[in-house]
């Protein structure tokens, strides 16, 4: 990293640290690899982009996701369309997902939160490039999040994704099935400063052969940090950075991941 680099590192990270942070609310809902389980408020649109790159391959991945409020906290649609590259397929975009969640349990005051979510994933990306399934595939998602103390909270996953007749690139087909566990550690020093400890494990499936298909495992460990931008019209910037590090059946295996997330009112607040 370039002396110039660090230095404006440095100075995002010390306005994050002390600027702006008692007009609006503190960082809550952006971790990067763990799903947090509070719905957006009501009025208040959140624009997510990430961007993963492994370090060896140089092969990288990008999602955008939008998330919107439906009437109040209670219920949230949003939508998440994946990109990758870098491999011998080219790049493209991939399965799109279509995203509805229910704050079945607290709010982003309370000290424990649940919100369920239902993702229906359909096929957008291509088949023979291996960016996507080829049929429209089921995901649940159970999000629990826990305030241990002022600066201490955490966060828990556990989900499932079945894909009827998936595709491989060789046009065979076979039902996929994939489970994942995530759990997570933030520390708030500061209301616009988070420093982030995310472990992520899945267990998933790949079409082999006409009705066969073979398991794979992943585990990774992710420290990473984030702040915040916090502007007098509403508008939050959350820009982050974390290293990815693959343990256990992902060993040796490192990558780069960012993350820039804007949140703002689309109408006017009472």
Request: glycine share 12%; hydrophobic share 40%.
């Amino acid at each position: 990293m370039s002396g110039g680099t660090r230095l404006a590192l440095a100075a995002a990270l010390l306005l994050a640290a002390r600027g702006l942070a008692g007009q609006v609310p503190p960082i809550q809902d952006n971790s990067f690899l763990i799903e947090e389980a509070y719905n957006q408020e009501a009025g208040v649109v959140q624009h997510i982009n990430t961007f993963l790159r492994d370090r060896d391959t140089g092969e990288w991945g990008y999602s955008f996701t939008q998330e919107w409020p439906l009437g109040g906290v209670a219920h949230q649609l949003s939508f998440t369309l994946p990109a990758q590259g870098g491999s011998a397929e080219g790049r493209g975009i991939g399965d799109l997902a279509l995203n509805y969640r229910y704050q079945l349990v607290g709010d982003g005051d309370a000290q424990v939160a649940v919100a369920p979510r239902f993702s229906l994933l359909l096929p957008t990306g291509s088949v023979k490039e291996g960016r996507g399934a080829g049929t429209v595939g089921f995901q649940v998602n159970l999000p629990v999040s826990v305030v241990l103390s002022k600066q201490w909270a955490t966060h828990w996953n556990a989900g499932a994704t079945y894909t009827p007749s998936a595709e491989n690139a060789a046009g065979q087909k076979a039902d996929t099935r994939s489970v994942n566990l995530g759990q997570s550690f933030i520390w708030q020093p500061t209301a616009t400063l988070n420093l982030m400890l995310e472990t992520v494990w899945e267990r998933g499936q790949e079409v082999v052969a006409r009705g066969e298909t073979e398991s794979e495992e992943s585990l990774f460990i992710s420290p990473g940090i984030r702040w915040a931008l916090n502007f007098s019209n509403g508008l939050q910037i959350v820009p982050g950075i974390a290293l990815p590090i693959g343990v256990g059946p992902s060993s040796g295996e490192k990558s780069l991941f960012l993350y820039l997330s804007f949140e703002h009112p689309f109408k006017r607040q009472p």
